[in-house]
């Protein structure tokens, strides 16, 4: 029996509270590896290309507009 097979056993013996405390446990877990991971991938370059082909894309006024008359938060809080 592989390892996954053993912890699939012991998730499904799990109560009701013990799979609710799981859940939660996991789902920070899961949450954390995840940021973690997105940090690599700045650190290392990977998203390099991409974030200058979003850049460009906006400069060249290929982003998607807001709808006329519509009023954005700028991250002061005052609109634009």
Do not use: H, N
């Not at 012991?10 to 991971?37: G, I, N």
């Not at 991409?50 to 460009?56: N, S």
């Not at 982003?63 to 609109?79: A, D, H, K, M, V």
Request: hydrophobic share 30%; glycine share 4%; charged share 35%.
């Amino acid at each position: 029996m592989t390892k996954l097979e053993k912890l699939e056993r012991e998730v499904q013996c799990l109560s009701r509270d013990e799979m609710s405390a799981f859940r939660a446990w996991f789902r920070k877990y899961d949450s954390d590896e995840w940021d973690r991971q997105i940090e690599e991938d700045v650190q290392s370059g990977k998203l390099d290309s991409l974030a200058e082909e979003a850049v460009a894309a906006y400069q060249s006024s290929d982003s998607i507009s807001p709808p006329c008359g519509s009023r954005l938060r700028t991250s002061s809080g005052s609109r634009s």
